[in-house]
C-alpha cells in the first residue's frame, strides 16, 4: 500500500519560511520522480517543482531562487524548502510521486502566509 505523507505545512508571516517533508512507504522511492504541487482555492493545482530520480531539479517560475526541492534516499523522504514566503504562496501543498505511467498524490499540508 502506497503512502505519501506531507507534513511542516502551517501559519508563516510574508518573509519567513517552511519546510515541508513528504515521508513516502509502499514504493522503491530512489525509481520515482517526486514532485511538489499547490492549489490555492479557486484555482487549479499547480507544479511548483519536481526532482528526478537521478536529482535534477525544475521550478515554477514564480518560485525560482525561494524555493528548493530535495530529496534523501535513504529516508524515502523528499523536501521543500520554502524561503522568502509570499501571501500568493497560500495554498494546499501537494506530494507526488511518479514513475512511467504510476503516480501517487499525498493527503496534502495547508500552507498560510499571512500578516
Known amino acids: 500500500q502506497v503512502q505519501l505523507v506531507e507534513s511542516g505545512g502551517g501559519l508563516v508571516q510574508p518573509g519567513g519560511s517552511l519546510r515541508l517533508s513528504c515521508a513516502a512507504s509502499g514504493i522503491i522511492f530512489r525509481l520515482y520522480a517526486m514532485g511538489w504541487y499547490r492549489q490555492a482555492p479557486g484555482k487549479q493545482r499547480e507544479l511548483v517543482a519536481d526532482i528526478t530520480s537521478g536529482g535534477i531539479t525544475n521550478y515554477a517560475h514564480s518560485v525560482k531562487g525561494r524555493f528548493t526541492i530535495s530529496r534523501d534516499n535513504a529516508k524515502n523522504t523528499a523536501y521543500l524548502q520554502m524561503n522568502s514566503l509570499k501571501p500568493e504562496d497560500t495554498a494546499v501543498y501537494y506530494c507526488?510521486?511518479?514513475?512511467?505511467?504510476?503516480?501517487?498524490w499525498g493527503q496534502g499540508t495547508q500552507v498560510t502566509v499571512s500578516s
Open positions: 507526488n510521486a511518479k514513475v512511467l505511467t504510476s503516480g501517487h
